[in-house]
């Protein structure tokens, strides 16, 4: 495989959110700081579990919904996956993603489009075999919609990774004492209006944050079967090791 060195330049001489691996042996370097940076490779290693064998065995395609910079396209393609639509909403992120999808020479897998998920049916897209929305729900202001649009756009099988809040059940009154109903979970309202000039933060300002329990029953209610929070590797990053992110499979 031939690269264009002048593409490997402009890579290399600049920093980005995620450590690549490059052609040439070297990697980028990352801006996150050392402490977060597992927090991808955990996530890799958790998404690993469910989706490479998949990859592996059969010609899937898949749909990567808040690719950011296309790492996880990326790795998706390295696992096998024949072809890769990156979503991203800020046109930054696309730019960046491109660069990198022709330094590692991976143009004929992965392609990118500028839309968020609350407006994807504005586009054009088919669904996919797989599904990706990888530290995305808690930017988000209706995640209820982006878990069915992940169902609309899935043909087998979507990874959910998401930051997580503490959870809520019991009986709420619902129009007076005597007719009540079962609280099926709760949302935490993050604000991030303050933030959305930035590259990681969310793009409206209000973020609606489930705790696992309630990921886990939207995504059954919308239509997903065999749900299953994914363990974390017994090294992985501190969050998901202590349940403040999880990682959840659901299957058409």
């Known amino acids: 495989m031939s690269i264009d060195p002048r593409i490997l330049e402009q890579v290399q001489q600049r920093e980005w959110f995620y450590r690549f691996d490059l052609?040439?042996?070297?990697?980028?370097?990352?801006?996150?700081?050392?402490?977060v940076r597992p927090v991808h490779e955990t996530r890799l290693a958790m998404m690993r579990e469910r989706l490479e064998p998949l990859c592996r065995a059969e010609d899937l395609t898949a749909i990567d919904f808040g690719s950011h910079q296309g790492w996880f396209s990326v790795e998706l393609a390295k696992m096998g996956c024949?072809?890769?639509?990156?979503?991203?909403?800020?046109?930054?992120?696309?730019?960046?993603a491109r660069l990198m999808v022709q330094a590692l020479g991976l143009e004929s897998k992965i392609s990118f489009i500028q839309s968020?998920?609350?407006?994807?049916?504005?586009?054009?897209?088919?669904?996919?075999?797989i599904v990706l929305m990888v530290g995305l729900l808690y930017h988000l202001e209706n995640?209820?919609?982006?878990?069915?649009?992940?169902?609309k756009y899935c043909r087998r099988v979507t990874v959910i990774e998401t930051q997580v809040g503490p959870h809520l059940s019991g009986m709420l009154d619902w129009g007076n004492a005597e007719f009540v109903r079962p609280i099926k979970g709760c949302f935490c309202v993050i604000d991030e209006t303050e933030e959305t000039h930035g590259p990681e933060a969310s793009t409206a300002g209000i973020c609606l944050v489930p705790s696992a329990e309630t990921l886990v029953w939207i995504m059954q209610r919308v239509g997903f079967r065999d749900v299953a929070l994914i363990n974390p590797p017994d090294d992985g990053y501190e969050q998901h090791r202590h349940r403040k992110r999880v990682l959840a499979v659901g299957y058409r």
């Open 143 to 151: 995640p209820v919609a982006a878990i069915r649009t992940a169902y």
């Open 23 to 35: 052609p040439d042996g070297s990697s980028t370097t990352s801006y996150l700081p050392e402490q």
């Open 82 to 96: 024949n072809r890769i639509t990156g979503v991203e909403p800020r046109q930054r992120h696309i730019e960046d």
């Open 116 to 129: 968020s998920v609350e407006q994807i049916d504005s586009v054009s897209l088919e669904p996919a075999d």
